[in-house]
């Protein structure tokens, strides 16, 4: 399995497998950012996905090819797409991450609303590295073997990434569901 570092290298040369490699690594993680934001608007979605990566094949060679550089610089192409699609679509972007749908039942679907909200909030402040760590482990189903792989660490290495991560997310998000219930019951 390629790094990460390797794959950017090849791909600033020109091999075209080292890019689809590197999209099919982080699409999953790309996608899910840009879904969320727009509220489950699957058109919407793959046109800023797509304007994301473009950006990044424009720009390949202004890319950090470090461990933790690929999700954060994507992610950042991701977020100026989404200003754009909000720019042109004479609109504000929305306040809070609901998709559509919901649960029949509203106290159900207000606490799962402000759940997804808070996780959304927590992966956000995350580091870059325990992000996509997190995000690869739970979401994609990675081995820490395979998440070692792309990271270019050892296994070890992966593991306590992943054990960082788990704490950080774990400490945000308790914080932040007290700063909540403080400002509902105070």
């Known amino acids: 399995m390629e790094t990460d570092a390797a ?45 994301t990566f473009l950006g990044a094949i424009e720009n390949l060679g202004a890319m950090d090819a470090s461990s933790s550089g690929v999700a954060a610089w994507l992610t ?23 998709p559509p749908g919901g649960t029949p039942d509203p106290a159900t679907a207000l ?22 760590a997190l995000e690869w482990k739970y979401m994609d189903g990675l081995s820490v073997r395979e998440i070692a792989g792309r990271l270019a660490r050892t296994e070890k290495a992966a593991e306590d990434i992943l054990r960082r991560a788990r704490l950080a997310f774990r400490s945000e998000f308790q914080r932040l569901t007290r700063v909540s219930e403080h400002r509902v019951g105070g």
């Open 7 to 51: 794959l950017i290298a090849l791909a600033r040369s020109g091999d075209r497998n080292a890019l689809a490699t590197l999209y099919g690594r982080y699409l999953p993680t790309v996608w899910r950012y840009v879904y969320s934001r727009l509220r489950g608007d699957e058109p919407a979605c793959r046109d800023v996905v797509s304007e």
């Open 111 to 132: 606490e799962a609303a402000e759940t997804r909200r808070t996780v959304g909030q927590v992966m956000d402040r995350l580091d870059p590295l325990e992000r996509v």
């Open 76 to 98: 950042g192409i991701a977020r100026h797409k989404l200003l754009d699609h909000w720019r042109k679509a004479g609109r504000l972007p929305p306040a809070d991450r609901e």
